[in-house]
């Protein structure tokens, strides 16, 4: 069973800098045949998707958030990351880690999209 | 980027009951590529319906999607009581990927 976990801070500073690392267990990265992704919820509950990394280091990213955001992923210890910069306080959120399992393509669970999500972590940005 | 309206914003029915809930999205969209997802309180979103009408693994049939193009519905023909939740649109035609605002249903 394919399980995902975010793991990071719960409150960073406006202009600092927001780093969550998604842990993966009953699969592997270096497996491929999956885009790793962030997902955002909003206070007022709208989703937003930030990008999704492969297990090659291959990366998409949001257009909105592209200038501020890193992704990276470290198949050793079945992880990958988000960096986000000079967050602020539109940046708080629930973020979730989620695996994609990409148009066309099925998993155990479903096809195409998000087909497992992490719990979710909150972050407030708050001085 | 592909915008998309869910409505209504809130439903309110009864168990029994069939509900009908819509997305529309700004601008068509290819091939189909929009799944539904259902969210309670407190849990992250679980894939209900992908490609716009195929259910995910262990979904019960009375949820089932239709539309192409721009408009696309999700029913739920007999409301159980946990089925009462946020429900949420998304394309994953175009990216951006985007999800649509969502639509709660409530317990009338």
């Known amino acids: 069973q394919v399980q995902l976990q975010e793991s990071g801070p719960g409150l960073v500073k406006p202009s600092q800098t927001l780093s969550l690392t998604c842990s993966v267990s009953?699969?592997?990265?270096?497996?491929?045949?999956?885009?790793w992704s962030w997902i955002r919820q909003y206070p007022g509950k709208g989703l937003e998707w930030i990008g999704y990394i492969f297990h090659s280091g291959t990366t998409s990213y949001n257009p909105s958030l592209k200038s501020r955001l890193t992704m990276s992923v470290d198949t050793s210890q079945n992880q990958f990351s988000l960096i986000l910069t000079s967050v602020t306080a539109a940046d708080t959120a629930v973020y979730y880690c989620?695996?994609?399992?990409?148009?066309?393509?099925?998993?155990?669970?479903?096809?195409?999209?998000?087909?497992?999500w992490g719990q979710g972590k909150a972050v407030t940005v708050s001085s | 980027e592909i915008l998309l309206a869910q409505s209504p914003g809130t439903l309110s029915l009864s168990p029994g009951e069939r509900a009908t809930l819509s997305c529309r999205a700004s601008q068509s969209v290819s091939g189909s590529y929009v799944a539904w997802f259902q969210q309670k309180p407190g849990q992250a979103p679980r894939l209900l319906i992908y490609?716009?009408?195929s259910r995910a693994t262990g979904i019960p049939d009375r949820f089932s999607g239709s539309g192409s193009g721009t408009d696309f519905t999700l029913t739920l023909s007999r409301l159980e009581p946990e089925d009462f939740a946020v429900y949420y649109c998304q394309q994953y035609a175009h990216s951006p990927y985007t999800f649509g605002q969502g639509t709660k249903l409530e317990i009338k």
């Open positions: 490609h716009a009408s």
């Open positions: 009953g699969a592997s990265l270096s497996g491929g045949g999956y885009l």
């Open positions: 989620a695996r994609d399992v990409g148009r066309g393509f099925c998993s155990e669970t479903g096809c195409d999209t998000f087909d497992i």
